[in-house]
């Protein structure tokens, strides 16, 4: 375990891979546009109308532009909870022309918009700020008054600030604004400097380009500079000048980076409040400011600054009216005083007056802005109006008071000028970082030159200042922090991403799914001299990507003509980055610990970056060695641990401990490898040692291992440790004892390693973190852990004490011998024992049981920010029991001892924050004054209980006694944790209670602004949240199903295609689309299933099958009616009807209807009359069309209408199951001539009609054996086709109907069926099947088929294409789950080549499946008895279907015996599903997975085409039919990801029936929304076989399968 770092430290593994889209983007499309908003408020609505109001309208039409591609921009930053516990979530502010949308969320919760706001004009930014609401302006009013958190949006003219509370300010600009910053105190702008403004060679002096603003409502002031002179004192001055733009500010140290674009430096600057006597030097009137005339009196920014908020419009450029107002004063100045050598220190004279026209050489810039003190101003108490005062006294009264500065920007440090400085090498990003030991970096990126600049810094002494260290340069393309785990992520120009801890590289992040860049580009980046264009690419690869772009972003998973390198990406992860050459371009939107890479083709991926330790002990033993080693080395072990920790495949929560006792052991010098108790650290967390030896196939005789199993158990080792074996010397088997001994030869430590020198610290604070551990109940386990690890280091370091200590505390944890690692005597000396060491182990349970007896105690030793219960415990004693009052009010207190190494000052000061005690109440008892200060230190209730009973008692009794007698000013905290929240709810009661925060409250889903209804809103979602709370699949499945909005028509114009072609391609395209669409109700209805309840005076709503579509980009409708294509007639029919039933399907079996509520629904339009029909047949199968009145019944079957009459029957018989009801089979058999008299007139019904009858009677006579009814069925499977035409075109269904009916007549009764052993059931069903020579016709219709057909030629023989399918599923209900092998044996799979000929592979599935329903209790869940179905002739030859080469052979036919193999295959695997339908059975699941997978691989193999795409597809369909009857109704994750696959699929082979069957497995999946599955009794079986019938029709005309599907609906 020594190499283990080299093993396994190569790379980082980011986490969480995930598509990043803003979420704005989305939300703008549905966002309502403001424009008829801004149209209503130009006029009052009487004016509308008049002339000149139209005027006005057509004006204001005018103004508006639309765009076509607006330009956006987002920012995240993590999630502020309203009451400010913690969140881990991240809000975006998203900004896309008039709109800005603020939306909050994350991967666990759904993101939500929490505002949107839009404005007149453009946005030109939005950003986060907090205002402080306090009147009192110094330094320290910041730290504790109220904050009001506002979100500004900057506009051309004006700025808006909204806070959450609801309040709105406006506030209008004096000057353009290039630039807004949020600061600590309130708003920094930067005034954009337009060109014509300062001409080049004029001398004029420059107008202030900095203001800030503090609050909304106050006015808008000049910034202040102070930087040191080159000679003496500083300078103080406005910011004036243009050169300088900011490139980054920080609130937190308050900081401002700028970049001076003339000298091409960064400086730094802290941004503080305006001192008084800075205030007065620059309001003051200076003596070398040339001429007395220059400084008249009043100033005129004030006047325009004034004049403009009281809402006057600017000019073009706003300074530009000066001129004409303030001609009359000109004056001349030397043009040195222009120039920027730092040495002139008058502009700090600048004066406010205004003077000359724009070209004239003067002062007019400068003095414009200067707030000359000689105003009578409140204020002030200055000298009165200079008498030459006189030049513009007229325009502005003198009262007028100076605008005073409000803040300051203070010069820190200033980067070094290197002689081949580039022109532009600003910084494109700066942000602030720590290391990982708090060591604080400024980082800039200087894109021009890839490289990040890296400066430390860090706090003075005297916490007055910030010192700057030295720079350092990493080279890099981008990069971002990740402050979760103090460390950045650098992107460097290979393409690599690398892990940066302050300037100490920790390794390359590796992520799951992205190729590495060496894989994708075979030459690193050209290194631009021009700074990287946004969103360019370099050549070569954009040509590669050219083509794919569209693809890429279209659809989750692309839709390429191979899918063979796509389904591999669909099961890892569902990602498109698998199979693109991209790579990552840049690094953006840094939260926590989550960062968003840019690639190369436009899109966006957020990662995690994994956290230094999940599991709470390895956090604190970290903290507290971090704590006590020297910086550089504290760095260096965290960063061999964090690469330990985060390697790919890193650790399981479970052995992290192990991993980091490992690591940590082998950085002091340990060989772990021969220790015996980390030797055997089990570091994947696999199956614990009870379940192992469970999977090895038990031998009866049992075995050695078996004994050494049982002494290795922790059963055994904690038995032999036990006090009473040692009383009763029952001395272990010496055999472990000699291994041990064995083991311990010589092991002795390494010296030369990182921590050697430091064992004996590391081991002193860790027994501090134990004793701290011991304060929580909760860490029981880790004190276990850490015991280990400390007996080690205290025998190996000789420290009796410390070995007697843990003795005493696990007695059978610690065995008194143990392996003792030598640590050589020559090396001891190295080994750096610290001051704070003692001989003696400091022990918490012991000072506090002392202190209870009264005896003195030494302070005990406590790690400042670690163990803070330990402190908390001590103090909290100290206070009460010994009744120190002074104990908790000074920060040194006689009780502890801090440790520290240096004194560090960082922690220092966050103690001082921390604790600071605030006498804020009237304290009277001890009891009181300890709750108060347990309340200001953040103790919970929570922590109370966590702490051991016995030290717990102390505060228990205090918080007794304060909530019989509490004070009535005690804040909320301390209320609630005496448990008196009752005082808290008083004080507060007239305040509103809070509103919940963002993410509890319900997420608005989309569809409610939608106009249509998509026929899912009546789900219960309360219910559906509760079964799938973790995502959002119910969502999906939603998206997936509706059909009641147009598809997108995504077609490609090539340039050949004329447009008249193209929209023909589009329409075709759509047709393809439609089949999809069509088959989405079957779906729907299962997913629905049983959600309504209608209201009586309300028809049902039935949402429309939407079959238009719309094209992008400019969403053009695209319509199948146009004429161009030829679409087939009646192609809607079925999908109307089947869309009717889905509606039906809604209504509970509960629900009050009655016969006038039916009759009420009926349509108004006939187009709508199949979705009737459909409802009919729904209202049947949920039991309530009994209660339709036998006229109505009448009056629709003789309207004639042909699915009216379908959906009725099958309906009334489905109401009516297995009831024999004379008067329902009186009206089935008008429709079947065979049970008509042989005398009677011929009626002529429709032969879809004839069907449903058919269907209608097996339902009625449903496991009845009735024998009349079986006789005329049987016949019927096989009635040859009339002399006139009569029964020729799809006889297939007609007997497939009969075959289906007899089955359900006969169903499950075998071979006991009563009075009918004359008619030969089975002997005639089997000839049905396999063929043969057709019987004399019996029974009363002999004479209709005497004469042959005229058309058909059949001769004597059955047409088996015809009456197979029928006989088959006969055999398989009317013998289901009897077990009869003589009956299974007739189905099983020919074995011979010449007999496989005979058969349609279909029929083999049909076969496969019958046998198996037979021999019910034979199915196993695996696929070893899948595969056992096979016949050995298939087995043996056939193709694996990766092969390239055909192996060829003369007497058999490989095509034959890949389709019988696939088709075998998939009725095995229906059976499966019957078998184990809704029983959500595991190896059933895992079995039918793996088929499906195989499948999909099959469809893309090399020689998919020998067994026909078709045939795959089919077996393919039938799989996942049978994957969705085992999980009916769970929503299981991977089925749901299938069909989402094949959704997308609509291409090629997929037509109408493959979508029905994918839609039907989705419904299926979520029978109900969750609430309902599939039974197995034999009713639903039959229902079931019915509805999934596994021969799926062609396109949504054919009825060769069978009309009445939909019916899988018995639960």
């Known amino acids: 375990m020594s190499n283990f770092y080299e093993e396994r430290a190569t790379m980082i593994a980011a986490r969480d891979l995930q598509e990043f889209v803003p979420f704005g983007r989305d939300h703008c499309k549905h966002h309502p546009n403001a424009l008829n908003l801004q149209l209503r408020q130009l006029q009052p609505a009487s ?32 999630g502020v909870s ?10 975006e502010l998203y900004v896309a022309g008039n709109m800005v949308i603020w939306s909050k969320g994350s991967k666990s919760q ?3 918009v929490y505002k949107a706001f839009t404005v007149d004009s453009p946005v030109q930014q939005a950003l986060w700020c907090d205002f402080i609401i306090s009147q009192d302006k110094t330094e320290k009013a910041y730290s504790s008054h109220e904050i009001e958190k506002c979100i500004c949006i900057l506009q051309s003219s004006c700025i808006n600030m909204h806070s959450i509370e609801g309040k709105d300010y406006i506030a209008s600009l004096p000057f353009q604004v290039a630039n807004v910053w949020p600061t600590k105190y309130g708003l920094l702008f930067e005034r954009s400097t337009s060109s014509h403004e300062v001409p080049p060679g004029s001398p004029r002096e420059p107008l202030p380009t900095m203001f800030s603003m503090l609050h909304p409502l106050d006015e808008i002031t000049p910034l202040v500079c102070k930087s040191g002179s080159l000679f003496g004192s500083p300078r103080v001055q406005y910011v004036v000048d243009h050169a300088m733009k900011i490139v980054f500010l920080n609130t937190d140290p308050s900081i401002v980076m700028t970049y001076d674009a003339v000298q091409n430096v960064h400086s ?42 009281k809402g006057d419009s600017p000019v073009t450029s706003p300074f530009q009216n000066y001129s004409s107002i303030h001609s009359q004063s000109r004056s001349t100045s030397s043009p040195s005083l222009h120039s920027r050598s730092p040495s002139i220190s008058n502009m700090a004279a600048l004066s406010r007056a205004h003077s000359p026209a724009l070209g004239v050489h003067s002062f007019s810039g400068v003095q414009r802005f200067n707030i000359s003190s000689h105003n009578q101003s409140p204020k002030r108490h200055s000298i009165s109006h200079s008498p030459n005062s006189n030049s513009n006294g007229s325009f502005l009264a003198p009262e007028t008071e100076p605008i005073v500065p409000e803040l300051c920007i203070d010069h820190l440090w200033t980067e070094t000028m290197t002689n081949i400085r580039e022109k532009n090498s600003q910084a494109s990003k700066v942000f602030i970082t720590s290391d990982l030991c708090g060591q604080k970096f400024l980082c800039f990126l200087v894109e021009s030159q890839l490289q990040l600049r890296c400066v430390k810094f860090q706090e003075s002494n005297d916490k007055t200042q910030l010192i700057f260290g030295s720079v350092t340069n990493i080279p890099a393309k981008d990069a971002a922090p990740v402050e979760k785990i103090d460390t950045m992520l650098v992107l460097e120009g290979s393409g690599n991403l690398v892990l940066y801890t302050g300037v100490v590289r920790v390794g390359k992040v590796f992520i799951p799914g992205l190729p590495a860049p060496s894989l994708t580009m075979s030459n690193t980046m050209p290194r631009p001299s021009t700074p990287l264009d946004g969103v360019s690419t370099p050549k070569p690869l954009s040509k590669l990507l050219g083509s794919l772009d569209e693809v890429v972003l279209l659809s989750p998973v692309p839709e390429l003509r191979d899918s063979s390198k796509l389904h591999d990406s669909l099961y890892n992860e569902d990602c498109t980055f698998q199979q693109l050459g991209t790579y990552v371009h840049s690094v953006r939107d840094p939260v926590h610990n989550r960062v968003s890479l840019e690639l190369s083709n436009g899109s966006m991926v957020r990662i995690t970056i994994p956290e230094i330790a999940t599991s709470e002990l390895v956090q604190t033993c970290l903290q507290a060695i971090k704590f006590i080693l020297p910086k550089e080395i504290a760095v260096q072990m965290l960063v061999k641990w964090y690469n330990v920790h985060s390697a790919p495949g890193g650790p399981s929560y479970h052995s992290e401990w192990n991993l980091f006792v490992t690591c940590l052991m082998n950085l002091m010098g340990y060989n ?5 108790w980390t030797r055997n650290f089990d570091f994947e967390g696999s199956l614990s040692p009870v379940i192992a030896p469970k999977k090895a196939r038990p031998s009866e005789t049992g075995s050695e291992d078996d004994w050494e199993y049982l002494l290795n158990s922790d059963y055994h080792q904690n038995v032999e440790s036990h006090l009473l074996n040692r009383a009763l010397c029952l001395s272990s088997s010496e055999v472990s004892q000699m291994k041990d001994e064995g083991f311990s030869q010589n ?34 386990e880790g004190i276990c852990s850490l015991v280990e690890l400390l007996v080690q280091l205290a025998r190996d370091l000789k420290l009796g004490p410390y070995v007697d200590h843990y003795y005493r505390d696990y007695p059978t944890l610690v065995r008194t011998t143990g392996q003792v690692c030598t640590i050589d005597p020559g090396q001891t000396g190295f080994m750096h024992h610290p001051s704070f060491f003692t001989s003696e182990p400091p022990s918490i349970y012991q000072w506090v049981s002392s202190c209870l007896k009264g005896e003195g105690m030494p302070p005990y030793p406590y790690l400042p ?10 103090l909290s004693i100290a206070l009460y029991i010994l009744g120190d009052e002074s104990s908790v009010s000074d920060e040194s207190s006689q009780y502890l001892t801090k440790i520290t190494i240096a004194p560090q000052k960082l922690q220092v000061e966050q103690e001082e924050n921390r604790f600071s005690f605030r006498h804020s109440t009237s304290v009277s008892s001890l009891a009181e004054k300890l709750v108060v200060w347990m309340t200001n230190v953040g103790f919970t209730l929570r922590d109370l209980e966590t702490l051991p009973f016995g030290v717990a008692l102390p505060i228990r009794d205090a918080i007794y006694h304060c909530r019989e007698q509490p004070a009535s000013d005690w804040p909320e905290a301390v209320c609630l944790l005496i448990g008196r929240q009752d005082l808290s709810k008083q004080a507060c009661e007239g305040n509103l209670p809070r509103g919940k925060s963002v993410l509890s409250s319900d997420v608005p889903s989309g569809t409610e602004t939608e106009e249509e209804d998509d026929g899912m809103n009546d789900m219960n979602h309360e219910v559906m949240s509760l079964i799938w709370s973790e995502d959002l699949r119910v969502q999906d499945v939603r998206r997936l199903l509706q059909s009641a909005h147009p598809v997108r028509v995504n077609v490609v114009q090539y340039p050949e295609l004329s447009d008249h072609e193209f929209i023909e391609e589009k329409e075709n395209r759509l047709l393809q689309l439609c089949q999809r669409t069509m088959a989405l109700p079957v779906g729907r209805g299962m997913f629905t299933l049983f959600s309504y309840h209608p209201v009586p005076t309300e028809p049902l709503p039935i949402p429309k099958l939407n079959l238009t579509g719309r094209a992008p980009p400019r969403n053009t409708t695209v319509d199948l009616n146009s004429g161009n294509i030829d679409v087939p007639p009646n192609m809607t029919s079925w999908a109307s009807f089947h869309n009717g039933v889905a509606a039906g399907l809604k209504i ?8 006038a509520w039916i009759v009420y629904n009926k349509p108004k339009h006939a187009e709508l009359a199949n979705e009737y029909a459909g409802f009919l047949m729904a209202l049947g199968l949920n039991g309530h069309l009994t209660k339709l009145a036998t006229l109505n019944i009448h009056d629709y079957l003789t309207k004639g209408h042909e699915m009216t009459s379908i959906g009725l029957l099958l309906g009334v018989s489905a109401a009516k199951l297995g009831t024999m009801d004379m008067s329902i089979t009186r009206l089935l058999s008008i429709h079947i001539p065979a049970l008509l008299p042989p005398t009677s007139t011929e009626l002529d019904v429709p032969h879809n009609v004839q069907v449903a009858a058919v269907v209608g009677i097996g339902l009625v006579y449903q496991g009845t054996a009735h024998r009349h009814t079986a006789e005329v069925l049987l016949a019927e499977i096989g009635r040859p086709p009339g002399p006139e035409m009569e029964y020729c075109t799809d006889r297939e269904s007609y007997s497939l109907a009969a075959g289906l009916a007899l089955g359900m007549v006969c169903l499950g009764h075998g071979s006991n069926l009563i009075g009918m052993s004359d008619l030969n059931v089975p002997e005639q069903l089997y000839q049905y099947m396999v063929g043969g020579h057709r019987r004399f016709q019996t029974g009363m219709h002999r004479e209709k088929h005497k004469s042959p057909s005229y058309q058909i030629k059949e001769g004597d023989t059955i047409n088996v294409d015809v009456t197979c399918p029928g006989a088959t599923l006969a055999l398989a209900m009317i013998y289901l789950k009897t077990n009869n092998r003589s009956i299974a044996d007739w189905l099983r799979a020919p074995d011979t080549m010449y007999l496989l000929d005979f058969v349609k592979p279909e029929f083999l599935l049909l076969r496969t499946l019958a046998r198996c329903l037979i021999l019910w209790d034979d199915i196993l869940p695996n696929s070893k008895w899948v595969d056992s179905n096979v016949p050995q002739i298939i087995r043996e030859n056939s193709i694996s279907l990766s092969e390239i080469e055909l192996p060829c052979s003369e007497d058999l036919n490989l095509e034959t015996l890949s389709q019988a193999h696939v088709y075998i295959i998939a009725g095995a695997c229906l059976s499966l599903g019957f078998r184990f339908a809704g029983s959500e059975n595991l190896s059933a699941f895992n079995c039918l997975h793996k088929f499906a997978k195989d499948f999909m691989t099959y469809l893309s193999a090399p020689n998919a085409s020998v067994t026909g795409p078709y045939n795959l597809e089919t077996c393919l369909s039938v799989v996942l039919l049978s994957l969705a009857m085992v999980m009916a109704g769970s929503g299981n994750l991977k089925v749901l990801q299938l069909c989402r696959f094949l959704h997308m699929k609509t291409g090629g082979e997929m037509n109408y029936g493959f979508h029905l069957a994918h839609h039907m497995a989705l419904g299926l999946l979520f029978l109900g929304g969750g609430r309902y599955s599939l039974s197995t009794s034999n009713s639903s079986i039959a229902a079931l076989l019915c509805a999934l019938y596994p021969h799926f029709p062609a396109h949504s005309t054919d009825n060769r399968a069978l009309s009445g599907t939909n019916k899988p609906k018995k639960n």
């Open 747 to 780: 092991l002795s430590l390494d010296s030369s390693t990182l921590l050697f020198t430091h064992i004996p610290a590391i081991f002193f604070v860790l027994h501090l973190v134990y004793e701290e551990l011991k304060l929580n109940t909760l860490m029981g």
């Open 1148 to 1155: 509970a079996p509960a629900s009050q209807i009655d016969s």
């Open 672 to 676: 772990t490898d021969r220790l015996a």
């Open 865 to 874: 920010g670690i163990c803070e219960r330990s402190r908390l415990v001590v």
């Open 110 to 112: 759904a993101l939500a």
């Open 82 to 91: 309203e009451i400010g516990e913690d969140v881990d979530y991240d809000e």
């Open 47 to 78: 004016e509308l109308w008049s002339s000149d109001g139209a005027a006005g309208l057509v004006g204001s039409l005018q103004e508006v532009t639309i765009h076509e591609k607006q330009k956006e921009s987002w920012q995240l930053r993590k």
């Open 268 to 309: 730094v600057w802290t941004l503080r409040r305006v001192r008084s006597e800075e205030e007065n030097v620059v309001l003051k009137f200076s003596e070398q400011g040339g001429t007395p005339q220059n400084v008249a009196t009043s100033s005129s920014l004030t006047a325009h600054l004034r004049s403009l908020s």
